[in-house]
């Protein structure tokens, strides 16, 4: 009856790589988002900076100078 012996480092070390493993499967369900979804927010911020832009008044004079 002889027992199975087992290097300590490499089950540290594979506990580590795990515990990373689902770190980063929870900061890719967190933070991820996919290229369809990064091209509509800078479409989005693009229309409402012309929106925005568009709607500028434009009287002539330097808003800097009172």
Request: proline share 2%; net charge positive.
């Amino acid at each position: 009856m002889t027992a199975e012996i087992i290097n300590l480092n490499r089950f540290r070390k594979e506990k580590v790589r795990q515990e990373k493993a689902a770190t980063a499967e929870e900061n890719r369900v967190r933070f991820g988002r996919n290229r369809a979804e990064r091209a509509l927010d800078r479409i989005a911020a693009e229309k409402a900076r012309r929106h925005l832009d568009d709607h500028q008044r434009d009287d002539g004079k330097d808003p800097t100078v009172a």
